[in-house]
């Protein structure tokens, strides 16, 4: 049913038509075509930051470049109601099946590619899983199909009237475009961005033959990893240049304890300077008077609309209304964001006269000791079980202090959105949560990752809590903070330049003999 829904929007335009109609002669001399290739987007599909950096840093690149987005066509993506237009094939490869490209162009002017597949995509579900977050069984095989797609538009063998300049792959499930790119010869260059080392993509070395992997591809040099096939070790050993979602988790995952096993990997590249940390930034989107999203608009001088947003969160998590400090979690409830630390101080929370609100899902042991804990608390801690992009905007909006003691934060988008709506981060000093909090500043840090170094930073919160004039002088600070795309895009810009200034001659050469 909801597959004939999709594919009635899709319309199948003359393929040959399409293919004369270059870019190159038209576009300014310095900008370039970049494909971002993703398997979230916020607009359309989100789990997590990847969608938000997806979503921005592409429109936040736009002025530079002509940047469109390659991703799977998912049910969301599909039943998104924006037309898509047929503008490109790609043939089959070993198990992996024949797409079709569709283009869909969102209301802002945004490109997107969508990646053709009913058999592989369109599911009911997540990109990764289905509705009980149980990751798809042939996942390598719907990852490669993207991976090998990105490389097919770059080898000008999709039938495109567009080919990229770079192909800038993001994460495990776009780990393999470098490596495809790489095995077919390709020159065009490849950044690849670590977004969470942690997710790895692995899948046993016999499944070589499904994706059509050359030989080499099972060795340590490419993506084999401890016996298995490693797609992030795929973009890391293959990509032109690495960069990761901040400049301490740059340098964090050169160490053993968050390499995940590929610091040696992430230590050579780093020595031959092709691994940089860029960290994210958030879109104008996140604008405390005007966002749609919220109860009421507000501002560092007028902070009557944070108080509506905060008696909205009261009644949605069934919170006793007094005066008390309002804290709140936004969170994929994993073990990576220490949410079992959050689990171990919430009674002292309370006990502080304080009230917690959190909103969230992943893991099944750390949702069910979620709402025990709710229950324990009736009218102090309340507990949503799911993903509400409203209500998680109005939480930002309406608390006063965010908890995030990540135990790793390759960035962390949460605690940008907590500060910009004047909710003081409590975060771990690791990561981007480290490049993105002044402690006593913009947000309290704390450094290890227990209960009673959590607590510190906890009860320096309450002391300012105390004080209006401290608190309203912080939560300036925090909603000024610089941390827009506009700073964090600038670097790209110069990386993309960097890369492709090096192969241009080449890739001139090779279109001029293809007009
Ligand atoms: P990660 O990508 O590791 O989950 P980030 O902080 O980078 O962490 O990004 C998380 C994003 O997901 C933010 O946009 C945050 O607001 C959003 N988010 C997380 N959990 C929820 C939820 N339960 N409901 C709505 N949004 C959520
Ligand atoms: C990952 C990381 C998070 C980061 C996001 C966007 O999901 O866990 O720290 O902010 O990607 O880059």
């Given at each position: 049913m909801g597959n004939a829904v999709a594919?009635?929007?899709i319309t199948d335009v003359n393929l040959q038509q399409a293919r004369p109609v270059l870019h190159v002669e038209t576009r300014q001399a310095d900008t370039q075509r970049i494909l971002f290739v993703t398997s979230e987007i916020a607009d359309l599909v989100k789990v997590?930051?990847?969608g938000d950096v997806s979503a921005a840093l592409p429109r936040a690149l736009a002025q530079?470049?002509?940047?469109?987005?390659l991703i799977p066509g998912y049910r969301q993506v599909l039943d998104s109601g924006h037309p898509i237009r047929v503008v490109g094939e790609v043939g089959g490869h070993a198990a992996l099946p024949a797409?079709?490209?569709?283009?869909?162009?969102?209301p802002d002017g945004l490109i997107v590619y969508v990646l053709l597949s009913p058999e592989l995509y369109e599911r009911e579900g997540g990109p990764y899983g289905d509705t009980q977050l149980r990751d798809w069984p042939d996942n390598h095989i719907r990852f490669a199909r993207l991976g090998l797609a990105a490389a097919e538009i770059a080898a000008t063998n999709a039938g495109m009237a567009w080919q990229p300049d770079l192909v800038h792959a993001n994460d495990w499930p776009a780990g393999l475009a470098p490596a495809y790119m790489a095995w077919r010869g390709l020159k065009t260059p490849s950044v690849f961005t670590v977004h969470n080392l942690a997710y790895q993509g692995l899948c046993d070395l016999h499944c070589s033959p499904e994706l059509g992997l050359p030989a080499s591809a099972s060795s340590p040099e490419s993506m084999e990893f401890y016996g298995k096939l490693s797609f992030m070790k795929a973009g890391l050993a293959h990509a032109s240049h690495i960069t990761t979602v901040s400049r301490t988790y740059a340098r964090e995952i050169t160490s053993e304890t968050f390499g995940c096993g590929l610091e040696g990997l992430l230590k050579h590249k780093a020595i031959r300077g092709q691994l940089s940390g860029i960290t994210n930034g958030i879109d104008e989107s996140w604008d405390p008077q005007h966002d749609a999203h919220l109860v009421a608009g507000f501002s560092p001088r007028d902070l009557a609309g944070k108080r509506a947003n905060a008696r909205y969160v009261e009644q949605l998590f069934a919170l006793d209304a007094d005066d008390g400090p309002l804290f709140a979690v936004v969170s994929r409830l994993v073990q990576q964001k220490g949410i079992?630390?959050?689990?171990?101080?919430a009674e002292?929370?309370?006990a502080g006269g304080g009230r917690l609100a959190v909103i969230g899902r992943g893991e099944a042991e750390l949702e069910q000791a979620m709402r025990e804990l709710a229950a324990r608390h009736p009218g102090r801690i309340g507990v949503q079980i799911g993903f509400n992009e409203t209500d998680a905007r109005r939480m930002y909006a309406g608390s006063d202090f965010l908890l995030m003691p990540s135990r790793f934060e390759p960035c962390g988008l949460s605690q940008m959105y907590a500060q910009r709506f004047g909710s003081l981060p409590i975060a771990r000093r690791t990561g981007g949560l480290a490049d993105t909090i002044e402690d006593g500043v913009s947000g309290f840090l704390f450094d290890q990752a227990n209960a009673d170094s959590y607590l510190e930073a906890i009860s320096r919160a309450l002391?300012?809590?105390r004080h209006p004039a401290l608190l309203s002088a912080m939560r300036c600070q925090a909603m000024s903070a610089p941390l827009y795309w506009r700073q964090s895009a600038r670097p790209y810009d110069q990386l993309y330049r960097d890369l492709i200034g090096v192969s241009k001659p080449v890739q001139l050469a090779m279109r001029r003999a293809s007009r």
């Open positions: 594919s009635a929007r997590g930051g990847l530079h470049h002509d940047v469109r987005v797409c079709r490209i569709g283009r869909m162009d969102l079992d630390l959050t689990l171990q101080v002292r929370i309370v002391k300012v809590f």
